[in-house]
């Protein structure tokens, strides 16, 4: 199986992001929607056209399939409101939560992806172990957010709209794993 094959072949599995039962058989066109300001996975550029490896993907299975697609890209809840509530088709691609599942029917993953958590240059005793009395930026609705809650309960966080907002000063992070994306 080549390279295009393997990939046609996971991005048709995605289609499992849309909410309704659709039939994508006699589907003409479909939305997809997706942040717009989360380089380098989705981004607007200068001239305020999609770019990234999210929308790379779905052109790609555009291609193959033969079905167009229109990107909708705004903040990260918009993004996953806009599915819930049909203004688009499609999530391009999100880390699975059970929380969304009950809204949102998932594929298999179709790449993986790491995030990280980044920490200012001045704290030089930091550990991961021991985030007592740290602020967390996270994005709302955002795995990230999901994740520090789960996992670090005690550490406040700090609600962002979307990644434009954030400007850490970093020099340390940690990596954590996907389940999907």
């Keep these: ?27 003409a ?3 997809i929607s997706h942040s717009a300001s989360m380089p380098p996975l989705s ?29 909708k890209l705004s903040n990260w809840n918009q993004a996953l409101t806009s599915v819930t509530n049909g203004d688009t088709d499609v999530h391009g691609g999100l880390f699975y939560t059970k929380e969304r599942a009950e809204k949102l029917h998932f594929s298999d993953k179709f790449f993986n992806f790491s995030g990280g958590l980044f920490v200012s240059k ?8 021991n985030l007592d009395n740290l602020n967390c930026g996270v994005i709302k609705e955002g795995f990230s957010k999901k994740f520090m809650e789960d996992n670090f309960p005690y550490v406040s966080l700090v609600i962002y709209d979307s990644c434009s907002n954030q400007r850490p ?11 999907h994306v």
């Design 1 to 27: 199986m080549n390279i295009h094959s393997k990939i046609t072949f996971l991005i048709i599995a995605t289609l499992f992001f849309i909410p309704q039962n659709a039939l994508l058989a006699s589907a």
């Design 122 to 129: 001045k704290l030089t005793d930091f550990k991961i172990d």
């Design 43 to 71: 981004f607007l550029d200068e001239k305020g056209n999609p770019q990234g490896i999210i929308i790379d993907i779905w052109k790609l299975w555009s291609e193959e399939t033969g079905i167009d697609v229109v990107f």
């Design 29 to 31: 066109q479909l939305t």
């Design 169 to 179: 000063d970093s020099s340390i992070y940690r990596r954590f794993s996907s389940r």
